[in-house]
């Protein structure tokens, strides 16, 4: 089969979960023999603006094409989805796979031209509050026209599926996103440059954006007497006014360390040395960050949403979406080294149910049928 993917920013990338998603799902479905061409947006990492990225065509088997669009909050999704739909038209696919509710605004192009089309919600993006009115009412008018025209849709969490169902009695497939088995390792880099020791520190490790909540984590953090250091790995997402706020509440605690967006070796040593995983989020699509870091085997503090729940199940601890109190005394009670789990059999659940030749195999079903 020939298959186009579009609606991420660019692989290979830890921008966001809808990159990782992407080279996951397109490398794979290369190595099976398919001719998989990714629709890359023009543009440099938003994460972190001194990481430039290179204009490649081939990547891992997978062909890359680069699509124009202009670097402006709101416009440069909306350019560069109306680009890549035009350009899909032209290159012969058996199945065009949007990802994202804000990109499929553009879904009727390729609909119109009787193309199979396959969409992959990665949450409901619209509930996020780093986008503004037109955005928002953009990005809901692109989960209108997913649910009018798309061939088939795929749902990351049971709760995404029932509002499908419930608001436009749409039918949608529920496939969970998989994770890789860890390469454990030892606290080299993240000694040297920060001077951090295997289980003294806890780790939140996501773009560092309003919904994600880490100006509830500092708060609760500060209230703690722990001696261990609570390391914010990660970078702004379009605009560095949140993370502006973030570096000003987390000065003056000398335990806090932002280490900006990491990747590679660094980015193993910080999931691999944790004492605790922390993800405070009020919106979640399918966290990948927890399933990394419960793949290496490592204890959770997540809020109850959901989408987080769904992937911890008994494997981790809970605290009230929002609730300062109840995180401070959940975070409390993780650091006194209460209610902790086997780290092996952590790992052992995550890496047997969340497996990404798995969510391959079913994804590729959905092409074909």
Known sequence: MKIAMLGHKRIPSREGGVEIVVE??????????????VYNRKG????????????IKEYKGVNIKTVFTINKKGLDALIYSFFASIR????KYDCIHYHAEGSCAMLWIPHLFRKRTV??????????SKWGGFATKYIKFGEKIAVKYADEI??????????????????????????NKPIQKKPDIIKEKYNLEKND?????????PEKRLDLLIDAFKETNTCKKLVIAGGASHTN????????????????IMTGFVQGEELQELFSNTYLYCLPSDVEGMPISLLEAMSYGKNCLVSDIEENTQVCRKYGVTFKKSDLNDLVEKLNLCLNGLNRKNEQEISDYILE?????EVVNKTEKLYKK
């Open 24 to 37: 996951e799902l397109s490398t794979r479905l290369a190595q099976k023999g398919h001719i998989v061409d």
């Open 44 to 55: 440099n990492n938003v994460s972190d603006k001194n990481i430039k990225t290179k204009k």
């Open 88 to 91: 899909v038209l032209f290159g």
């Open 119 to 128: 969409v992959t919600i990665h949450g409901l993006d619209w509930q996020r």
């Open 154 to 179: 795929i749902v990351l969490s049971k709760g995404v599926q029932e509002y499908f169902k419930k608001t436009y009695n749409r039918e949608t497939n529920f496939i969970e996103n998989g994770v």
């Open 201 to 209: 520190y806890i780790l939140y490790l996501a773009r560092i954006v």
């Open 241 to 256: 006014d949140f993370y502006n706020e973030i570096k000003q509440k987390a000065s003056g605690d000398s335990r806090i």
């Open 353 to 357: 149910k969340y497996n990404w030749d």
